[in-house]
């Protein structure tokens, strides 16, 4: 955990550096444009692999494992096909219903992100599972540091948001050479124990995660990115900036630390294996506790001093933005306890729960927008209604992971 979060924070360091040039540099309306672009390839790029990406760690076997990652591999591939079309001959109407029509001619843009980021995503989990987390780390500083440069240069010489998207771009490929190249090392082991048999078995195998671990990562990303949809759609451009931007600073501490807790928690507890809940019981307490202490100080520091904040470190034109992150800071802490232990579904095998809890997440997100939209709610009423929501609903994800992990302590093989 700490190794990958002293990379991670590395990288995030040097984007929350750059930030205060950026906003300098673009528009809040820029940044709306980027908010959208982002929320799109977040929410398409966990679909190109069918989510057998996530399975890499599990097996015991080496041999197994392999199968797994290259059928991911062949299914990104052949996935990558319809995407391409859809985006070529859609694209434009589906940024107009988005409130944002000059990302269509970007379409191209899209389809490399989606790309770049289902690719780096994979490689994290053949990483993760041979425990290369230094590695890891330096791959996300990498891809953090290439980002940023594009972004600051072209911000210098072509303040547009062609330029942002193109920054990010280059922030999700930047890593995946490194663990690229790690891999191929791997693979001189691996190659010679490649079956077809194994692979067809393991698809099927594994089937309920195209069946309910898709349909479940879609769902927690839609109701993740969504809100930056709606808001485009409600309020337009220069607010999804605004908006963008609050996120932002509330989802770095998730980033920061949130997540490569959960990538250490999940490495750790798949190598345990289900076998010995009463282990996985313990790391999952340790780690819900270290978690709330770690997401204390940050939510603090985001709910009384983001809105002076974000005036002096990002100009006199942000100030909206640090409103809209005070009162997003009200659901930061279960939701960086929960981000740390959502993977316990996976070495449990309980796809189905996993789906039903991200399924009531997005019906919630949209009831909230929805209203907005039907009783004409301002910004800041709606961010609150938006934030008390999300602390039930972590609240309620963390009693499910500790109802689940004390009930395989009776239950081991269940």
Not at 8 to 32: N, Q
Not at 305 to 333: N, P, Q, R
Not at 345 to 351: A, C, E, T, Y
Not at 395 to 405: D, E, G, L, N, Q
Request: aromatic residues 18%.
């Amino acid at each position: 955990m700490l190794v990958l979060a002293f990379g991670s924070g590395a990288a995030k360091l040097i984007g929350l550096a750059a930030i205060p040039v950026l906003t300098r540099l673009y528009s809040p309306e820029d940044f709306g444009v980027l908010s959208i672009f982002t929320a799109v390839v977040t929410m398409a790029a966990p679909l190109m692999t069918l989510r057998y990406a996530v399975a890499v760690p599990l097996p015991k076997s080496e041999k197994l494992a392999f199968d797994i990652f290259l059928l991911a591999c062949f299914l990104l591939f052949l996935l990558s096909v319809p995407l391409g079309v859809f985006l070529w001959f859609f694209s434009s109407s589906l940024f107009e219903i988005l409130n944002i029509s000059e990302l269509s001619k970007y379409w191209w843009l899209a389809f490399l992100g989606i790309l770049f980021a289902s690719s780096y995503e994979l490689l994290t989990f053949w990483s993760t599972r041979k425990k290369k987390f230094s590695l890891i780390a330096q791959s996300q500083m990498l891809q953090m540091a290439a980002g940023t440069a594009v972004k600051v240069v072209f911000g210098f010489l072509y303040p547009t948001p062609m330029s942002l998207m193109s920054g990010h771009v280059f922030q999700l490929a930047g890593g995946s050479p490194l663990l690229a190249k790690s891999f191929f090392s791997d693979l001189k082991e691996s190659y010679s124990s490649f079956s077809k048999k194994r692979m067809k078995f393991l698809f099927l195998y594994y089937k309920e995660y195209p069946f309910f671990r898709l349909p479940a990562q879609f769902l927690f990303v839609f109701s993740s990115q969504s809100p930056l949809l709606f808001f485009s759609m409600l309020y337009g451009s220069f607010e999804t900036g605004q908006f963008g931007l609050a996120m932002l600073a509330v989802g770095l501490p998730i980033t920061l630390l949130g997540k490569t807790a959960g990538q250490a928690y999940y490495g750790e507890i798949a190598r345990v294996g289900r076998e010995n809940p009463k282990k996985i019981y313990e790391i999952t307490k340790s780690v819900a506790v270290k978690s709330t202490l770690f997401g204390v100080v940050p939510s603090l520091l985001l709910y009384f001093f983001s809105g002076k904040a974000f005036t002096v470190f990002f100009g006199e034109e942000w100030s909206t933005a640090g409103e809209y992150c005070s009162l997003l800071a009200i659901f930061l802490v279960p939701q960086f306890v929960s981000t740390s232990l959502v993977n316990i579904f996976s070495v449990f095998n309980l796809q189905k729960l996993n789906l039903a809890l991200n399924l009531l997440r997005a019906l919630m997100v949209a009831l909230v927008f929805s209203s907005a939209y039907f009783f004409s709610f301002d910004p800041i009423r709606l961010i609150l209604l938006f934030s008390f929501l999300l602390v039930f609903y972590y609240s309620f994800f963390m009693t499910v992971i500790f109802f689940v992990a004390k009930k395989r302590l009776s239950d081991p093989l269940e």
